[in-house]
């Protein structure tokens, strides 16, 4: 925590759990652009997990430090040391597959980990803004009609949605026994070329771009008539500074409305390269989940009365995706996506449907 000495005044002071992940690294970008001294939790692995955020590290009002969600006291010491005026709490087990294979880890890290934080803050620093990154998971299969907003039923699916739903309650409590201002997001499923490559989108993308180099053959999915409404990280950190910044805490749905199937993401994905996804598509019942959330689309009507709007539509951000990860492999993407996918020299055609669970 070498930058504390320079600290301007009124310069405000916010610290991200999570900050290596997807989301933490765009949201520490975004409030260094807005003036913020920035602390970030990182946990510590045996390999390098910082390439999302390595480049920050020349700003003289960024800084890391370890710690982890399990270990409450390494949390509490980064907060009492740093004193931000917001804690942005990013920090998850967020693979909702994975969290039926560690629901324990999974409980402790989004349910235990944000109480921990809430509990401090109560005792020590009543004054921190809190946030929580909570899910459209925890609406899971509910009996409401979509789009979900902050009224539907909540009927979480997974250990990963259990969790989420269960710190989404304590913020509330503590919200209103304790008069903390803790605030919640509720973001349906958010992409980039930063995502983590085992999500749906990106196993699409980075898939496609192996494929095109010769590197596979074919690619190995589960369910793809799940349907999702995507959004792009960068607009919803935006979205989670502004949930910060409100005269009350809440609760607040993002999303853009707009949601597609993962048959039809694979569609358009393979139809942007000319290709058809029939011939590449494997469809593993080893990607299947055990309880499946067939149906995911936000109302994000709360939000966007407060002004904020997504500017990439679920489109714009595969094909962010689809060309960084043809780039990664060492090609240029003009070379493959040379048309519109209306204009795809080879139409896709339907691929086999899949039996749900
Ligand atoms: P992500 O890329 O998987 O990042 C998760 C972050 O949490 C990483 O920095 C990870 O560290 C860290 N982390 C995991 N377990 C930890 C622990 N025990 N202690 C300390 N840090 C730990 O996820 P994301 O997409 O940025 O999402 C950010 C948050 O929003 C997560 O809580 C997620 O559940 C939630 N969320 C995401 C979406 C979405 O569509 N992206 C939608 C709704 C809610 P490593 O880098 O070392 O793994
Ligand atoms: N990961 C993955 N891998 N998902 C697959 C696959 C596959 O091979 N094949 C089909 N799917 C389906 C999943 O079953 C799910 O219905 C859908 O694709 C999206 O899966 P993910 O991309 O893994 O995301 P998610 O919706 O389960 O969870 C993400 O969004 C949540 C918000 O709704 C994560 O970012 C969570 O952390 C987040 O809370």
Redo the contacts with the bound molecule.
Sequence with gaps: MNFMETQQPQQKRALI????????SYLAEFLLEQGYKVMG???R?SYF?TKRIDHLYVNPDFDAVY????DHTSVANVIEKFKPDEIY???????VGVSFEVPVYTME??AL?PLNILEYIKQHAPQTKFYQ?????IFGATGSQPPFNEHSEMKPQSP?GVS?LAAFHLVRNYREGYGLFATTGI?????SP???ET?VTRKITRGIAAILRGAATELRLGNIEAVRDWGH?KDYVKAIHSIMQQPQAGEYVVATGDAHSVREALEYCFGLVGLDCQKYVVIDKKYFRPNEVPYLEGDASKIRALGWRPEYDWKMTLKEMLEHDIKSGGEEPSKYINFPVTESAEKPTELASVPTQ
């Design positions: 759990t999570g900050v290596t992940g997807q989301d933490g939790i990182i946990r692995a997990n710690g982890d969600m399990t709490n990013l920090a998850g087990m967020s693979q890290t989004n980990g990154a909570s899910s459209s998971e990963y989420k973001l349906f499923n958010h992409e930063r995502r983590g999500f990280s």
